[in-house]
């Protein structure tokens, strides 16, 4: 169909489709943030503002990033949101109830989204259950585990003021901790599939398994690793999350979801047309993190956001394919 | 209606034309098309009476299944008309086609396994319906009798599940007259059927023609279109190149026309021999259904074709040794030692490269630039160190650059997404990825399908240089020209097997061709 489509499109209509799709969303995130400065001039343009937003947007930034590993590979990790709370429960019984050292604790958790995720990789590759399927299963038995684990009572009482300072300490430069950990983070994930050699492989099983297959590279390795590498940055996000709200909480980090999905896509509509990419989602997260920012600002009611959040998601994938189609024609 | 079955030497012309043919309702005049750089179709015509089995042949790549693709909407022809009843239409859609009267019947069936015979007959057909709901009860009562007509034994509202292959057919025959089809068109009908089965086929096809419908019948067995079709059209390089009546039809022209009295190239006279010892020995391989029991060894050094029509189990068998599929039954042995691929990355560590046969699908990352695709294979040779595996941009451009050179590949830089490359030069970059690695085995899976005259000559003398390196190559091609030229040496595969054997002065394009086959008639013969 997309084809026929195309087919009928003038070359000129087709670039200038293209340049629309590749630049919409730096355009978006530019327009918004002009806009909300010309309107609110006082609260939102200051440096403040922008660190505020920016460490805020740092856990979804993160498990975010993790994510589009997973979609780089061609499939869809849905375990995310509900694994981070689950570690984010995990990290604070641990310190809390087993009097692990805060470290250890974090070591530990850790591990635990990479077993997460290697389990999901396995369940894909070996098992061929669809991911969707895969991840959604898995996640919903996290969520299980977490109340299992907690009693369904937030673990509050007790935590240490340094497990506090992981996410809410400027160690470095008195910058944010989360911003420093977002952007090793960040700039760890963009390396590993733009400069590295497993990244080529990565990029390859993505753009064309089958192609991949054939070359010699083992692609079930590949998506495992992917998948491995998104349970890891659930982990992080969890910890840093229940290390910002004090306490473990079950389903405290199952919106970061939603929020991941939509940094994803709208980050695959960026520079490159439909192409998942580690920098693409940092911009895609930006604009959401703008977006809320303003909103609150203002003080849209909650549902707006909830509303505005869905709207986002449904656009970038949108002009995720559009970029897609155009790329292929 | 029980013809006796027409022995491929005698010819039909005893035997006058039941009635006077009807004017043709369905004509397609100087139809051409390309794809890339390809001429799939340079010039067909073909026209189509009503109550006339119509047969269609020609050598694989000729332009059958283009010209049926343009008749179904599914692609645009460049150049060409195409009249129904006189009047010139253009076929955008599938859904025109249908509402044009006109059915496609091909080996993949089209039928949805959950549901019962009736609702799959009825599969995208208008239905009656009484208070908004499907009125099953009256349809039934409409299709039963033609059900029972084309000789669908099932009863209509059981499930499909357990039908074979030859019930389908009558399903999807069953839909075509629900319809109303005035055409049609069936593809390797008999691909797939028992000799029993194909036998019913036969005479529900000439059953169909008696009471009206058209059938284009698409068959390489030449005995069947021998028996079945008033009219043959032969297709050759993707032009009619022959238009038999009845009375003309013998096997011997059919297959003179579908090979062509092309001058016989003199077989590789210039090219040294440059075997040299055994490179993979292969022992009864298999995988059912379409691979059974291939034995044969292959040189350093030399060019082995595997040659045979499209669907023979040549690419199964390559996918096989790649390790791309899993073996039934079988060993094989890489310069005397077991090898045992459990997948592709197995068989590139030992020292295989594959060129698949779809490059677009199997071979290249499309988005991605020509540099990233030519480096894929061999990424340990532009990473910084082996500790440290990045990406050295400085060896991966020299790597890159220095394959674009020796390949003559024409691209404007290494950076360009190999998607806008030509068919050609996108083969040389599949090509390209294993020769950094210089592997002891390369498989070449149509190396130069799609690919125009001269990049097709440099992908030939790449694969010759290759061999007097030493390289064991393997190619499947189903060009007939392709493999005179330049194989040492050709199997030929029917059904499965090889049956023939082709080297030296007996290796010619008409050889090939003919054992293509002669094979397929005798093994069809002898089914059981």
Request: net charge neutral; proline share 5%.
């Amino acid at each position: 169909m997309t084809a026929t489509a195309n087919r009928r499109l003038s070359p000129q209509a087709k670039a200038a489709l293209g340049i629309f799709a590749r630049y919409a969303t730096i355009a978006g995130l530019v327009g918004m943030i002009v806009a909300f400065s010309v309107l609110s001039p006082r609260a939102f343009p200051t440096l403040n503002n922008f660190t505020n937003v920016l460490n805020q947007a740092s856990l979804a930034m993160i498990i975010a990033a993790g994510l589009t590993l997973a979609v780089i590979v061609g499939e869809l990790d849905l375990s995310i949101g509900f694994a981070a709370s689950l570690h984010g429960i995990l990290v604070t019984g641990l310190i809390v109830s087993s009097g692990l050292p805060i470290p250890v604790a974090v070591a530990v958790v850790l591990v635990a989204g990479a077993l997460i995720g290697f389990v999901n990789g396995l369940i894909v590759t070996k098992a061929k259950v669809n991911s969707v399927i895969a991840t959604l299963g898995v996640g919903t038995i996290l969520t299980g585990l977490a109340f299992a684990y907690s009693a369904g009572v937030p673990i509050v009482a007790g935590v240490p003021e340094e497990f506090l300072q992981l996410s809410l300490g400027r160690w470095l430069f008195g910058i944010p901790n989360n911003i420093v950990v977002m952007a090793v983070v960040v700039g760890g994930l963009w390396t590993l599939v733009e400069r590295t050699a497993i990244g080529q492989e990565i990029q390859a099983v993505g753009g064309n398994p089958s192609a991949a297959r054939l070359a010699g590279i083992d692609t079930d390795r590949i998506k495992i690793l992917g998948f491995v590498v998104s349970g890891v940055c659930a982990a992080l996000t969890g910890i840093l999350l229940a290390s910002r709200l004090g306490s473990g909480t079950a389903s405290a980090a199952d919106s970061y979801l939603l929020t991941a999905f939509a940094a994803v896509f709208l980050g695959s509509a960026t520079l490159r047309d439909g192409e998942f990419h580690v920098l693409g989602t940092l911009i895609g997260a930006l604009i959401i993190a703008f977006g809320f920012n303003g909103l609150n600002i203002f003080g849209a009611p909650t549902f707006s956001q909830y509303v505005l959040q869905g709207a986002i998601l449904i656009v970038a994938v949108g002009l995720s394919s559009l970029g897609r189609s155009i790329a292929e024609s | 209606m029980n013809r006796p079955v027409t022995s491929p030497v005698e010819p039909m012309s005893a035997k006058p034309p039941l009635e006077p043919a009807a004017a043709p309702f369905l004509t397609v005049t100087g139809a051409a098309k390309a794809f890339g750089g390809a001429q799939a179709l340079a010039d067909v015509s073909i026209a189509l009476r009503p109550g006339e089995v119509h047969g269609l042949v020609g050598a694989n790549g000729a332009g059958k299944s283009t010209l049926i693709r343009i008749l179904a909407g599914l692609v645009e022809a460049d150049r060409g008309i195409v009249r129904l009843d006189g009047e010139e239409i253009t076929v955008v859609s599938p859904q025109q086609a249908t509402a044009l009267g006109m059915s496609f019947i091909h080996q993949e069936l089209a039928f949805v396994p959950g549901m019962t015979v009736i609702e799959n007959i009825m599969l995208g057909v208008p239905k009656k319906s009484r208070f908004g709901l499907v009125d099953w009860a009256a349809i039934t009562r409409e299709v039963e009798p033609i059900a029972r007509r084309v000789g669908i034994s099932a009863p209509l509202g059981s499930n499909v599940k357990g039908l074979s292959t030859a019930e389908n057919w009558l399903i999807n025959i069953c839909r075509a007259l629900v319809r109303k089809a005035r055409l049609i068109v069936m593809d390797e009908p008999t691909a797939s059927l028992s000799a029993a089965e194909s036998e019913k086929l036969f005479a529900i096809v000439e059953d169909l023609a008696r009471s009206g419908v058209a059938v284009l019948y698409v068959s390489h067995r030449l005995d069947e279109i021998l028996r079945l079709c008033a009219r043959v059209t032969v297709f050759r390089d993707g032009r009619t190149v022959a238009d038999f009546e009845r009375a003309d039809l013998t096997h011997a022209r059919l297959v003179e026309a579908i090979v062509g009295r092309a001058v016989e190239r003199t077989p590789k006279s210039g090219e040294a021999d440059t075997r040299g010892a055994v490179a993979l020995k292969v022992r009864g391989l298999t995988r059912l259904p379409r691979v059974k029991g291939v034995s044969f060894d292959l040189r350093h050094g030399e060019v082995l074709g595997i040659g045979g029509l499209v669907g023979a189990g040549r690419s199964e068998l390559a996918r096989l040794v790649y390790g791309a599929d899993a073996v039934d039954a079988g060993t094989m042995e890489l310069d005397g030692v077991p090898y045992a691929p459990r997948r592709p990355a197995d068989a590139v560590a030992a020292g295989f490269g594959l060129v698949p046969e779809e490059r677009r699908a199997d071979g290249l990352v499309l988005t991605k630039s020509v540099a990233f695709n030519l480096t894929l294979a061999d990424l340990g040779r532009i990473v910084r160190s082996p500790a440290l595996p990045l990406i050295d941009g400085g060896k991966r451009s020299k790597l890159a650059e220095k394959l674009v050179a020796d390949l003559s590949i024409r691209t404007a830089s290494i950076d360009t997404p190999v998607g806008r490359l030509s068919g050609g030069n996108q083969q040389k970059v599949v090509i390209g990825r294993w020769l950094s690695r210089a592997p002891k085995v390369l498989i070449l899976d149509e190396p130069t399908r799609g690919v125009d005259i001269g990049a097709r000559g440099e992908i030939h003398r790449l694969i010759r240089a290759l061999a007097a390196k030493g390289v064991a190559v393997l190619v499947i091609s189903s060009e007939p020209d392709e493999q005179p030229d330049l194989c040492d040496r050709v199997l030929v595969m029917v059904e499965g097997r090889i049956v023939a054997e082709l080297e030296g002065p007996a290796l010619t394009r008409n050889a090939i061709v003919e054992a293509s086959y002669a094979h397929a008639a005798r093994t069809e013969e002898t089914h059981p």
